[in-house]
């Protein structure tokens, strides 16, 4: 069956950068569209940022514009979160998703 990990997760100060990734497992990844959510202590989940199988097209929430990279590399069934001058109020378990797949998230901290 598919299987998600997520890794990277951590305490980073306001500004800093932390790099997330999915090892998946289970199933043909290649042909897979990948998502990344997150979500905040009382918040609803949200789609942070969306991959195509191929890794050409790409999606984010507005919010995470300019800031977030998602990416992925078949040969490793891995899929990327590059996030950089996170804001506090990105402090969230982050989710990798497909095909109505959930990993068990990372936790990503952001303080002073």
């Known amino acids: 069956q598919v299987q998600l990990v997520e890794s990277g997760g951590g305490l980073v100060q306001p500004g800093g950068s932390l790099r997330l990734s999915c090892a998946a497992s289970?199933?043909?990844?290649?042909?897979?569209?990948m998502r990344w959510y997150r979500q905040a202590p009382g918040k609803e989940r949200e789609m942070v940022a969306v991959?195509?199988?191929?890794?050409?097209?790409?999606d984010y929430a507005d919010s995470v514009k300019g800031r977030f990279t998602i990416s992925r590399d078949n040969s490793k069934n891995t899929v990327y979160l590059q996030m950089n001058s996170l804001k506090p109020e990105e402090t969230a378990v982050y989710y990798c998703?497909?095909?109505?797949?959930w990993g068990q998230g990372t936790q990503v901290t952001v303080s002073s």
């Open positions: 289970g199933f043909s990844f290649r042909l897979a569209a």
């Open positions: 991959i195509g199988s191929a890794g050409l097209s790409t």
């Open positions: 998703w497909c095909n109505n797949f």
